[in-house]
């Protein structure tokens, strides 16, 4: 099967690289590139949040299986506390709860001396039924 990253045009596009996958965590990588900035040259927001959320979908996948396209978030909140203007930055994202349907996560994300520069939570819902176990 398929790794989600290796599907998933998006993270392609802007250029996601998967560091470590499995047991409900994910760490991935996003080097800093200039067409990923706002007009200030500091990287995009919503490329900041795109990548806390792969981390959590890829966490949340590695407790499924792995199969893409099984679930799907649903909420999304996240926290800037600094402007990324060159280097890279790591997102490692968890799986927090899980009940039936639903699954919680959160995703720190820092630059590459270590700083956090946002942090995020999110609700993703289960797409696929027969993923949900009989309980």
């Known amino acids: 099967m398929k790794k989600p990253l290796e599907v998933a045009p998006f993270g392609r596009l802007i250029g996601v690289e998967p560091l470590e996958v499995g047991g ?3 760490r991935v990588r996003l080097p800093y590139r200039p067409e990923l900035t706002n007009p200030a040259g500091k990287l995009h927001g919503g490329v900041i949040a795109s990548l806390a959320d792969m981390a959590m979908a890829v966490a949340i996948g590695s407790v499924l299986g792995g199969k893409p396209g099984s679930h799907s ?3 999304l909140e996240i926290k800037f506390k600094a402007a990324v203007t060159d280097g890279e930055i ?3 994202g968890r799986v927090t709860q899980q ?3 639903l699954f919680w996560g959160e995703t720190i994300i820092t ?3 270590g700083q956090v520069v ?3 939570a999110a609700t993703f819902m289960i ?3 027969t993923l949900l176990k009989p309980r």
Do not use: Q, R, S
């Open 99 to 101: 009940k039936k349907k």
């Open 127 to 129: 797409t696929d039924p």
């Open 90 to 92: 790591i997102a490692e």
């Open 111 to 113: 630059n590459g001396n």
């Open 73 to 75: 978030t649903v909420k």
């Open 118 to 120: 946002a942090t995020a």
């Open 24 to 26: 409900g965590c994910a």
